[in-house]
């Protein structure tokens, strides 16, 4: 079946513009995260979905970032008036369930390159 | 504090041989989950092979396989017969709890190069 899909691919920006990244979690998959990657780094969490609610948003930066989920699928991360340093690649992963286990595993999406010139 | 440490920034092997990444963690809590993901130039993560910390076997993946040594908190990943298309980054994670939202914590990763 499809992976987890995010768009755009790539978005460059102006600072102060908002900007809106979209996931497509695997279908059935119940539980969607978001991370932030900056160059040369390890993924930093974001936010957490379990269907449409977001028990955990502690990873968010500042209050310019949030995020939604609709119909138990699809997400979408909104950064308002966006700055330099929120330029990274934004990486989307869904899991199916809360069981744990190797067969629990999150899958990531191919993430979106965001530049703020 | 850290949680998952990768000492090795970068590493280098040649093609067919064996190569171990290494990989530490911490965490007080005695339900965990390892993780390693590759991720190409391309950019996506790739989930490569999971460990439970009440595993009695090391977990192996076709040529993917992971040394867990639980008392010293390590979670070693070795790729064995190495080829050209295993050069990428690689990232050890770790998820602690058994249930719940189960976000995965990072290490900043080791750059593999595999040379003809």
């Known amino acids: 079946g499809a992976g987890v899909s995010q768009s755009p691919s790539n978005k460059v920006t102006e600072k102060g513009k908002d900007v809106e990244l979209r996931c497509d979690p695997i279908?059935?998959?119940?539980?969607l995260y978001w991370y932030r990657q900056s160059l040369g780094q390890g993924l930093e969490f974001l936010i957490y979905f379990q269907g449409n609610s977001a028990p955990d948003k502690s990873g968010l930066p500042s209050d310019r970032f949030s995020a939604e989920r609709t119909g138990g699928s699809v997400s979408t991360l909104t950064i308002q008036r966006t700055q330099q340093e929120d330029s990274a690649v934004y990486l989307c992963?869904?899991?199916?369930?809360?069981?744990?286990?190797?067969?629990?595993?999150?899958?990531f999406g191919p993430g979106t390159r965001l530049t703020v010139l | 504090a850290q949680k998952i440490t990768q000492t090795q920034p970068g590493m280098f092997v040649q093609e067919k041989e064996a190569v171990t990444l290494d990989c530490t963690y911490d965490?007080?809590?005695?339900?965990?989950?390892l993780f390693w993901y590759k991720q190409p130039s391309s950019g996506e993560m790739i989930f490569l092979i999971y460990q439970g910390s009440y595993d009695q076997q090391n977990a192996t993946e076709g040529r993917y396989s992971l040394n867990f040594q639980k008392a010293r908190k390590s979670a070693n990943l070795v790729i064995s017969a190495s080829q050209l298309g295993d050069s990428a980054m690689y990232f050890c994670a770790m998820r602690e709890g058994r249930t719940g939202f189960q976000k995965l914590v990072f290490g900043t990763g080791t750059r593999l190069l595999v040379s003809p």
């Open positions: 965490t007080s809590d005695p339900s965990y989950g």
């Open positions: 279908s059935g998959h119940t539980a």
């Open positions: 992963a869904s899991r199916r369930g809360l069981a744990g286990g190797p067969e629990d595993t999150q899958y």
